[in-house]
């Protein structure tokens, strides 16, 4: 007999009487995406199920909750739309547009880098995201290669996407909620790879900064074919962020532009005053890198 906590264990239910579960399309670490179907209409969707072992826990059932919350505040073409949320059987669940494609994280085990242009333009799409959440006071705190679908776009253009903003904070109140702190003070959260120095720290006052260091972290990933700072234990990769500035990228790909490469390296500075303050700003910098020759 299966539980609902087993990946395939709500396929062939009804959730909330609206939609039929189908097929399991991934597994994370409180719960399972599946593909499911709109019984009024057939529209596709994915569902994301929290496992009922973590919905009894306040904190990982708030990030959840939070995560429906934020993506739905930031519009964007950029960001995964979730449409719907409830809860059956104990498990609460978020209902978001069907997303066909891979993550970033795969392409690039897979191919290790991306054509500088192709990395450019991710980057671009990445920040546009960022710049309608940081609008509405919502910081992602996770962003990283997985957390980046790259979907074909309706000019048959590729599009990313960010997802799973289940580690976000919201800065303020949006839509009527009220802006909850998700974590303890000295608790760190996310993917040391990608993780700002603030936020390795768990700084009190990480902010938005700590998402475009994230991207700048993505770009020299995508250009090099590893993250900026690296290591064989987890302890020494946030020692090297905290204290090491990133290498150069063309160290592994020295047919980047000067001004690209000086580009890189502010997004990945140390200090959050040193970097671009803003998604807007950011974004403004990387095309005039990328325009020059």
Not at 186 to 204: D, F, N
Request: a negative charge; proline letters at 5%; glycine letters at 10%.
């Amino acid at each position: 007999m299966t539980t609902a906590s087993e990946p395939g264990a709500w396929a062939g239910r009804t959730l909330g009487g609206r939609y039929l579960v189908l097929r399991v399309l991934g597994r994370g670490g409180m719960g399972v995406v599946y593909e499911a179907v709109a019984l009024a209409g057939g529209e596709r969707f994915a569902v994301k199920i929290l496992d009922r072992e973590w919905s009894k826990d306040p904190t990982v059932a708030g990030r959840f909750a939070r995560e429906g919350r934020a993506a739905s505040a930031a519009s964007s073409e950029h960001i995964v739309r979730v449409l719907d949320g409830g809860t059956e059987d104990g498990s609460p669940y978020l209902v978001m547009e069907l997303l066909q494609g891979d993550d970033l994280g795969k392409r690039l085990r897979r191919e290790r880098t991306l054509p500088v242009d192709e990395a450019l333009r991710v980057a671009d799409q990445l920040l546009r995201g960022l710049e309608a959440a940081h609008a509405q006071g919502v910081v992602h705190r996770d962003l990283k290669p997985d957390n980046v679908m790259v979907v074909p776009g309706a000019a048959g253009d590729a599009v990313a996407k960010i997802v799973d903003f289940g580690m976000s904070r919201i800065e303020r109140a949006v839509g009527g909620t009220r802006p909850l702190p998700l974590t303890r003070r000295g608790i760190v959260l996310g993917t040391p790879l990608y993780m700002s120095p603030e936020q390795v720290r768990a700084s009190r006052d990480v902010d938005a900064r700590t998402d475009l260091y994230a991207v700048g972290a993505i770009l020299f990933e995508c250009l090099a074919g590893r993250p900026p700072h690296v290591g064989e234990a987890y302890e020494q990769i946030l020692l090297d962020i905290c204290t090491e500035d990133a290498p150069d990228v063309r160290r592994w790909r020295p047919e980047v532009s000067g001004d690209l490469a000086a580009f890189v390296a502010r997004a990945l500075a140390r200090e959050p005053d040193e970097r671009f303050q803003t998604a807007a700003e950011m974004r403004g910098a990387l095309d005039a890198a990328a325009r020059v020759p």
